[in-house]
C-alpha cells in the first residue's frame, strides 16, 4: 500500500513540476501604455521628471511618446480615440532607479501631484510611491531604496 502511495506522489510532483516549468514566465508586463489628452505636455513631463527624451511618432492616428529602452520592459504615452487618462484602474509601477525620491521630488514642478510620499514595503521590496501625472493618470514609483 505505502509503495501506491510513494508512486501517486512522485506522479504528482513530476506533474506540477511540468506544469511549472511550462508556464515560466519570467516577467508578466512586456509593454504598457500611459493615456494622455495633450502627448506634448505628456512627454514633457516624464521628459522632465526622468531626464529622458521620449521620442514621438503618430500610428494610424495614435500619437505616441515612447520610453528609451534598449531590452527589456518598456511603454508609451498615448493619445488618440479612447485613450482616456485615469486616476482609478490598473496602477503601474514605474522603475524609479536606486532612490525614487530623485524622481518623485520633479512631480509637482512638472505639473503633477505627489498623493503619496515614499513609502517602506519591506527590506526585499524596497519602497513605493504615488503620484498623479500631468494628464491625471494615477501611477506609482519603485525603488529598492
Known amino acids: 500500500m505505502g509503495s501506491t502511495v510513494n508512486l501517486k506522489n512522485r506522479i504528482k510532483e513530476a506533474n506540477l513540476q511540468k506544469i ?12 504598457f501604455e500611459i493615456p494622455a489628452y495633450n502627448l506634448y505636455r505628456s512627454v514633457a513631463f516624464y ?25 527589456g520592459i518598456s511603454g508609451a504615452i498615448v493619445t488618440g480615440n479612447g485613450c482616456v487618462p485615469s486616476e482609478v484602474g490598473p496602477l503601474i509601477y514605474l522603475n524609479a532607479g536606486d532612490d525614487l525620491n530623485k524622481v518623485l521630488s520633479k512631480v509637482n514642478e512638472a505639473g503633477g501631484r505627489v498623493v503619496l510620499e515614499k513609502t517602506f514595503l519591506s527590506e526585499s521590496a524596497g519602497y513605493f510611491a504615488l503620484f498623479i501625472d500631468s494628464e491625471g493618470n494615477r501611477l506609482a514609483l519603485h525603488s529598492k531604496h
Not at 521628459?47 to 494610424?60: D, H, K, Q, R
Open 20 to 31: 511549472k516549468e511550462q508556464a515560466a514566465i519570467k516577467n508578466f508586463v512586456n509593454w
Open 47 to 71: 521628459n522632465y521628471i526622468y531626464g529622458i527624451e521620449m521620442t514621438t511618432v503618430e500610428l494610424n492616428g495614435f500619437y505616441m511618446g515612447f520610453f528609451p529602452a534598449e531590452n
